[in-house]
C-alpha cells in the first residue's frame, strides 16, 4: 500500500541472508519520467569511406510528491561486437557507464515537487556501404 492505495504483492525470498531486503512495490504514478531525443545533437555525417551518427536522448524526471525521494535511473547506449563498428560516449550528465554491456546508471535525490534533466550522447562510426539501426 501506498497512501492508502493497493500497489500490488510481492515474493519475499525467505533464504535471503543479507542484511538488506529488496522488494518491488511498483510503480509511484507521482514520479513522472519521459525520455525523448534530443534533435539538436543527433546527426549524420560522412567522413572519408566511414559514416559517424551522433545520437543524443533526454531524459526528464518529475517528483509529484510531498517528500523528497532517491532515485536509480538506468539507460542503455549501443555495444558493438564487430571491430569495424566503435560506439563513443559523449556527454552522461554525470552518470556511471558500464562498458561492458553499456548500461547508464544515475543516482538521483530529486526534492517534493522537483525536476531533474539529464542527457546523454554517444557517437556511432561505421564503414560506409553497412547498415546500423540506432533506437
Do not use: C, H
Amino acid at each position: 500500500f501506498l497512501d492508502g492505495t493497493f500497489l500490488g504483492k510481492t515474493q519475499i525470498n525467505p533464504a535471503t541472508t543479507q542484511d538488506t531486503l529488496r522488494i518491488s512495490l511498483g510503480r509511484d504514478p507521482n514520479i513522472v519520467v519521459s525520455r525523448t531525443r534530443d534533435v539538436a545533437f543527433t546527426q549524420q555525417r560522412l567522413i572519408g569511406g566511414r559514416i559517424t551518427e551522433n545520437v543524443g536522448w533526454e531524459i526528464s524526471v518529475r517528483n509529484n510528491n510531498n517528500f523528497p525521494v532517491l532515485l536509480n535511473i538506468q539507460d542503455q547506449i549501443p555495444v558493438s561486437m564487430q571491430g569495424e563498428i566503435e560506439v563513443r560516449p559523449r556527454e552522461l550528465s554525470g552518470a556511471t557507464l558500464d562498458a561492458e554491456t553499456g548500461f547508464v546508471t544515475w543516482k538521483l535525490s530529486i526534492p517534493p515537487a522537483g525536476t531533474q534533466n539529464l542527457k546523454f550522447q554517444y557517437s556511432v562510426q561505421y564503414p560506409r556501404g553497412r547498415s546500423v539501426t540506432l533506437e
